[in-house]
Structure formats: structure tokens, C-alpha cells
């Protein structure tokens, strides 16, 4: 059984760092993507970051880059996003999640497997 576990969210102040983490079980972790997206009250679903299996190569959205940062440790089955900078607007319930190809890897609709959720709260 698959399994994501996200942690790291919590409460902070426009311009503060949060590091997201993500657990995966059950999966051979370096034949996946991995990907992390939001979701703030009333809105869709949205991408943030993916890495590919080796995590030599990172795709963000247009408002994370520069700020967000995405990385997989596979021998411990964990990928990361360290978020710096952080705006109220990236408030969110933050999402880690898993598919085996790079294709519409911005796409939810793509990942087969995702965690609960963690949310990220930043105050102005």
C-alpha cells in the first residue's frame, strides 16, 4: 500500500522559511516523480514543484521560482520543499504526490498517489 506522509507545515510570518517534507512507503520510490501542489480555500488544486526520479531535474511554477526549492533523498524515500520568502498568498493546505512519468507532471490529474496534506499558514 502506498503511502505519503506529509510534515513541516505550520504558522509564519510573510518573508520566513518553512521546509515541507514527504514520507513515502510502499513504492519503489526512484521509478517515481514526485510532485508537490497546493490548495487554498475556493481555489483549485495547483502545481508547485516536481523533481524527476534522480532529482537532477526540478520543474516550479512561475510563482515559487526562485523562492521554493524541490529535492528527493531516494535512499530515504523523502522528498523535500524548502520554501523561503514566504508570502500570505502561499497560504495553502500543501500536497505531496507521486506518478511514474514526466508527462503534465503540472497536471493533478496525472499523479496517481497523494498524502493528506499539510497546511502552511503565512501571516502578513
Known amino acids: 500500500q502506498v503511502q505519503l506522509v506529509e510534515s513541516g507545515g505550520g504558522l509564519v510570518q510573510a518573508g520566513d522559511s518553512l521546509r515541507l517534507s514527504c514520507a513515502a512507503s510502499?513504492?519503489?520510490?526512484?521509478?517515481?516523480?514526485m510532485g508537490w501542489f497546493r490548495q487554498a480555500p475556493g481555489k483549485e488544486r495547483e502545481f508547485v514543484a516536481a523533481?524527476?526520479?534522480?532529482?537532477?531535474?526540478?520543474y516550479y511554477a512561475d510563482l515559487v521560482k526562485g523562492r521554493f526549492t524541490i529535492s528527493r533523498e531516494n535512499a530515504k524515500t523523502m522528498v523535500y520543499l524548502q520554501m523561503n520568502s514566504l508570502k500570505p498568498e502561499d497560504t495553502a493546505v500543501y500536497y505531496c504526490?507521486?506518478?511514474?512519468?514526466?508527462?503534465?507532471?503540472?497536471?493533478?490529474?496525472?499523479?496517481?498517489?497523494w498524502g493528506q496534506g499539510t497546511q502552511v499558514t503565512v501571516s502578513s
Open positions: 510502499g513504492l519503489i520510490f526512484s521509478n517515481y516523480y
Open positions: 523533481v524527476n526520479w534522480s532529482g537532477s531535474r526540478t
Open positions: 504526490a507521486a506518478k511514474r512519468s514526466i508527462n503534465n507532471y503540472d497536471s493533478p490529474s496525472a499523479y496517481g498517489y
